[in-house]
């Protein structure tokens, strides 16, 4: 079980499966929303269980896609795609110990200027299904 929280703690969320390897998303959307880039693990949505809810606030950020914050803190915590079976965490929420690692990078076509990745996690201009 991984537990998870925003900064005031009005959200805190618990996983029941473990957890993927993360991916770091560097489009401007994310960069926009995160403050750098947006590293976050996708789970099945029936293995995440969400407490004060009623604090998380939904912004649809395209027809794909909408972004869950804490209304109180203004924590980024979920990227939700829409008609999917699945719903992506932030890694930064989590409590540690995670037990994983970064797996990819993607849209680093979009990476801001001002910093270089680094790691040896494979790197994608886009998405693996867009390449």
Partial sequence: MHKGTCNCGAIRFEVSCPLKPPDACHCTRCRRQSGH???STDLPRSAVRIEGSEQLTW???SEKVRRGFCSVCGCN???D???HDW???AMGAF???T???LGLHIYTENKGDYYE???AAPQYRRTPRDS
């Fill in 99 to 101: 037990g994983t690692a």
């Fill in 95 to 97: 409590d540690n110990p």
């Fill in 37 to 39: 880039y947006f590293v």
């Fill in 81 to 83: 795609p829409v008609g």
């Fill in 117 to 119: 990745i680094s790691d």
């Fill in 77 to 79: 915590l979920f990227w």
């Fill in 59 to 61: 912004f649809q950020a």
């Fill in 87 to 89: 719903i992506g965490v």
